[in-house]
T-cell receptor, first 116, second 114 residues
Framework: ETGVTQTPRHLVMGMTNKKSLKCEQHLGHNAMYWYKQSAKKPLELMFVYSLEERVENNSVPSRFSPECPNSSHLFLHLHTLQPEDSALYLC???????????????FGSGTQLSVL | QQQVKQSPQSLIVQKGGISIINCAYENTAFDYFPWYQQFPGKGPALLIAIRPDVSEKKEGRFTISFNKSAKQFSLHIMDSQPGDSATYFCAASIANSGNTPLVFGKGTRLSVIA
């Protein structure tokens, strides 16, 4: 158990659905991250939040919308997804802020998303 | 310049053998080099890390070798065991880089066979 919990573990959705992924960290960390993991791009950074403020958006399509209501919770809202969005979505947190150097990331177990 | 190039993509090693995974980088400002280990169904977890002021760091059967002049670092797993079968990611970061997060390699899938 890493202290980072993701729900749901598995999600199947149609292209017209709207769903949300949830991440919760119990470590008192200051930064949270969303990564997409697929066979093509094994660890693709999507969003970074530092002290609840979004600091990086790696040119992610607008059909993915992150939300960080507080330092412990991170959401990824999904709408009008495409089949190529099927992947494992990983949440991570770190005590050190991104760019501080030496940051240790703690990952959740991910949500396996299938878009039909 | 922000890339970390990892090789090989996959690796099969006999039990008891040495597993070696290599990474190369271009940006000489990188000053922290961790390795992450990921088992199926789990997220990556930090395995071992090194800073460029040392050429080698060892933790149990896992060793990072760092060559600053060649801008390369590698992970060596001695006496490899089937339980080491996982995907390994190298990474790099820069201190005080203004919100630039860790950069990951593309991963190496290691299979240790009996």
């Amino acid at each position: 158990e890493t202290g980072v919990t993701q729900t749901p573990r598995h999600l199947v959705m149609g292209m017209t659905n709207k769903k949300s992924l949830k991440c919760e960290q119990h470590l008192g960390h200051n930064a949270m991250y969303w990564y997409k993991q697929s066979a093509k791009k094994p660890l693709e950074l999507m969003f970074v939040y530092s002290l609840e403020e979004r600091v990086e958006n790696n040119s992610v399509p607008s059909r993915f919308s992150p939300e960080c209501p507080n330092s412990s919770h991170l959401f990824l809202h999904l709408h009008t997804l495409q089949p190529e969005d099927s992947a494992l979505y990983l949440c991570a947190s770190s005590q050190a802020l991104p760019g501080a150097g030496g940051e240790k990331l703690f990952f959740g177990s991910g949500t396996q998303l299938s878009v039909l | 310049q922000q890339q970390v190039k990892q090789s090989p993509q996959s690796l099969i090693v006999q039990k008891g053998g040495i597993s070696i995974i290599n990474c190369a980088y271009e940006n000489t400002a990188f000053d922290y080099f961790p390795w992450y280990q990921q088992f199926p169904g789990k997220g990556p977890a930090l395995l071992i890390a090194i800073r460029p002021d040392v050429s080698e760091k060892k933790e149990g059967r896992f060793t990072i070798s760092f060559n600053k002049s060649a801008k390369q670092f590698s992970l060596h797993i001695m006496d490899s065991q089937p339980g080491d079968s996982a995907t390994y990611f190298c990474a790099a970061s820069i201190a005080n880089s203004g919100n630039t997060p860790l950069v990951f390699g593309k991963g190496t899938r290691l299979s240790v066979i009996a």
